[in-house]
């Protein structure tokens, strides 16, 4: 009988909303089971008030001492089960400090960085796999069957959060939300190319376009570079919003366009068609869950700049060139817009 589970997922915030489904889907096979998330941050400010989930944060920076802030906090619990499911040395050394009956973690082929270390279960190997589809395997080694996933990505927020929706999003149009930036520039598309779309959705649906970005100096600046470029007027709340209220108003677009990146599964998790531009990253592996038919694939193409065959690139593996964000075009974009607006 399984009483106590603990997930181990730090990050990113991509990957954590990949979690959901696995929660849904333990929450309903084991309701009386405690369940505990070791999470990052930043990442739980997305994923705070989650019901039915207790937080233990680990934050990156304080070095060691984080290490041992989460060591003390669970000094006392010995979990049935521990799901690890992230594989970098820093989630592995904390697997090490937690106590736990079962330590469920990925296949051989897929561990690195010591993840094997005090492992008693491994999820099965399947190759070619989109993340959040590995992520459910680890509901089965605990006899979890396939007719009982539940794909559903809960997120909580506060009426204050839609209140800082309804100051932007225009009921009488269709809003759509530009998110240029990813966490790696390789992966970010030109300021130009984002503004002949903006320009597009206006010209072509009258489109309300907001313009999203972090806090951070990079991302405030390219989306200001994108509204000066812009013909027409855009809404830019680069910097503004927190996580959960750019969750809320995805969840109120009508599309949403975006690299590889948070926002673009952030608004998988808000059941909005999100258009994902693939140029270092495999769409099949990390593309947005629910919307494979708008994903803009062209890494194979990537992979010939780099002089490789994509066909032996490792799964999950990234390719890097300064020229590979041309490969996507305006028309490219422009053919999946119209499939989502002009129906």
Known sequence: ?????????????????????????LQNRFPNAKITWIIGKIEYKLMKGLKGVEFVLFDK???????????????????????????????????????????VGFDKKRSREFHSYKLTHRIAAVEKQHVLDSFMEFTKVLGVKEKE???????????????????????DRKNVIISPCSSKKTRNWSVENYAKIADYLVEKYQAHVIICGSP??????????????????????????????????????????????????????????????HIATISKRSGAYNYPNLAIDVFDQAAGLVGKNPEKIRWGGQVVHPEAMNLITQEMVREKIDLVLGV
């Open 149 to 171: 996933f539940i794909y559903q990505w809960n997120i909580e927020t506060e009426a204050d959060d839609q209140k800082f929706v309804n100051q932007y999003i225009q009921k």
């Open 216 to 277: 951070s100096p990079y991302e405030i600046e390219i989306a200001g570079e994108i509204e000066e470029l812009c013909k027409h007027p855009v809404t830019n709340i680069a910097g503004k919003d927190t996580l959960k209220q750019l969750y809320l108003m995805m969840k109120s677009a009508d599309l949403v366009i975006s690299p590889d990146s948070g926002p673009m599964h952030i608004a998988n998790a808000a059941r909005t068609p999100v258009i994902g531009l």
């Open 61 to 103: 920076s304080k070095g060691s001492k984080g290490y041992k802030e989460v060591k003390e906090q669970l000094k006392d619990t010995t979990f049935d089960v521990l799901l690890q499911m992230q594989y970098s040395f820093r989630a592995n050394r904390l697997a090490w400090k937690i106590k736990a009956k079962q330590r």
């Open 1 to 25: 009988m399984i009483n106590s589970i603990c997930i181990l997922r730090l990050s990113a915030i991509g990957d954590v909303t990949h979690a959901l489904p696995v929660i849904a889907t």
